[in-house]
């Protein structure tokens, strides 16, 4: 075609131009198919390093450490399948875990939230605390480095989006931690997300505060954007965890409706509440969850001092 082209116009030039034009289209066309083959492989590559897609599937993952956290509560993590895979989970999700009981005959399954960053590689940590007579942490506390324990999820409870409110407030206990330290450890490192942070969080001592470290992080980098308050029920055994008499963010006492009244937003449409504890400490502020799917009625405190239960969720 490039001759008769060439013949008709009676020109040189002509063929190679129009020869270079679809050259040019065929390279640029090559070009763009092999960049959208590249994004298109990164992105199957990204889906496929998550773990955990919700397909009910059991996952044996390995143990590759253990570290104390305080007198009953040690910090386990588990290797991911490969060192570029990522747990899967969103903000704010958690995983559930299962062992067969061999004196039951029957499988023990709980849902713990991991407190690493939801996207770490290679591995997944969780801070569990030791109940005497829980058969899941029993278990948990008598595995060694190498041993394997069953997971399966996300198991998702909230879904942030970010900016969804000016600010929240997080309410909890002990080992409750793990859920709202999630939460806020996610928003505040987001630079896009402006929702600002509380944390009020309650334990019987100031060695049993999970996660201070993080936490005191935390506040120390955004300053203006989360702000942590511990109390304690007895300042004994601090061994360095903190000096109430020089600490201005630890408390001595409890989780007062005074305290919530002053230093907490009042109800509106810009606020919400998330609470996470024992269950004591739920009947006390919002009332327990009838079960993971229903939030059951709002009781407590917190419905004392004009919240509804829509504007407070029970991790």
């Given amino acids: 075609m490039l001759s008769r082209i060439a013949k008709s116009t009676n020109g040189k030039l002509l063929p190679y131009i129009v ?84 004196e039951t005959g029957k499988n023990v399954i709980r849902p713990y939230t991991p407190v690493s960053d939801l996207d770490s590689k290679g591995t997944i940590e969780f801070v569990i605390k030791h109940y005497p007579d829980g058969p899941m942490t029993s278990h948990i506390f008598q595995l060694k480095p190498t041993d394997t324990l069953s997971f399966k999820g996300p198991i998702p409870k909230w879904q942030w989006t970010p900016n969804s409110f000016e600010k929240i407030t997080l309410i909890g206990a002990g080992s409750g931690i793990t859920p709202l330290y999630q939460l806020a450890h996610h928003i505040v490192n987001n630079t896009e997300d402006k929702t600002k942070v509380e944390l009020i969080y309650g334990n019987k001592t100031p060695n049993d505060i999970l996660l201070k470290q993080e936490l005191d992080l935390l506040h120390e980098k955004y300053p203006d954007k989360f702000n942590v308050t511990y109390f304690v029920d007895s300042k004994d055994n601090a061994n360095g965890a903190g000096n109430i008499d020089t600490d201005p963010k630890l408390h001595l006492g409890f989780i007062s409706k005074e305290f919530l009244t002053t230093n907490i937003s009042k109800a509106n449409e810009n606020t919400h509440l998330f609470v996470c504890g024992p269950p004591p400490f739920m009947k006390t502020f919002s009332g327990e969850k009838k079960s993971p799917r229903d939030q059951g009625e709002l009781t407590g405190i917190l419905k004392d001092l004009g919240y509804n239960k829509e504007q407070v969720f029970k991790f």
């Fill in 19 to 102: 020869g270079a034009t679809a050259t040019f289209a065929v390279a640029t066309s090559a070009y763009h198919y092999s960049s959208l083959r590249a994004n298109t492989s990164s992105m199957i590559n990204n889906e496929n390093s998550k773990v955990f897609i919700g397909n009910d599937k059991w996952i044996d993952l390995s143990l590759l450490s253990i570290k104390d956290e305080s007198h009953d509560t040690k910090r386990f993590i588990f290797k991911l399948p490969t060192e570029d895979s990522v747990s899967g989970l969103t903000l704010a999700s958690a995983l559930l875990t299962k062992f067969y009981n061999e």
